[in-house]
């Protein structure tokens, strides 16, 4: 009976989504890196089109109520890699102008020991609107290692935003 009622709660949440925004983003995690540090990623000017997607969907600005993380992964795009020598990481939109404006949107806070060349990450419950409503949005990654990273490991990040 529980379970009947949380599909139902989500597949009513579901319906109020307007319009999905996809990304996929790619970069390069370096070899070598400690287990001391924080590890940040930063990639700039990635276009939200958000103009062409409102017009699409004949959606008036004012009529969003926020958007919010959907679903993301990263994956390694070189046969043979992995990422069990992450122990957990983060990813964030933030404002070039001012970094320290910033929000948290996927996470994983343990990452498994036998992770493999895919990574779920877990979304997190914020709104992202205000950065999604400007022509690019900057994506920051950061990793906390539990090895030294092995070698470089390609690595690409896709990732849902709902509009809601």
Do not use: W
């Not at 009947?4 to 709660?9: E, K, N, P, Q």
């Not at 307007?18 to 070899?31: D, G, R, S, T, W």
């Not at 877990?122 to 409503?133: E, G, K, T, V």
């Amino acid at each position: 009976m529980l379970t009947a009622v949380l599909i139902a709660g989500c597949t009513k949440r579901d319906e109020n989504i307007l319009f999905n925004i996809p990304y996929q983003v790619e970069f390069e995690i370096p070899a070598g890196l400690n287990t001391l540090e924080t590890h940040v990623f930063e990639i700039f000017n990635i276009p939200t089109r958000i103009d062409t997607l409102l017009a699409n969907f004949n959606i008036d600005p004012n009529d969003l109520q926020s958007i919010n993380p959907k679903e993301s992964q990263m994956e390694v795009t070189l046969n043979g890699l992995d990422y069990s020598f992450i122990r957990e990481m983060s990813v964030q939109l933030f404002d070039k102008d001012d970094p320290d404006v910033d929000v948290e949107i996927f996470f994983h806070p343990q990452v498994p020991f036998n992770t493999g060349s895919r990574l779920p990450l877990i979304p997190s419950l914020s709104n992202a609107q205000d950065f999604l409503l400007k022509e690019s949005i900057n994506l920051r990654v950061e990793f906390q290692l539990r090895e030294f990273s092995p070698q470089f490991i390609p690595t690409r990040l896709n990732f849902v935003l709902k509009a809601l």
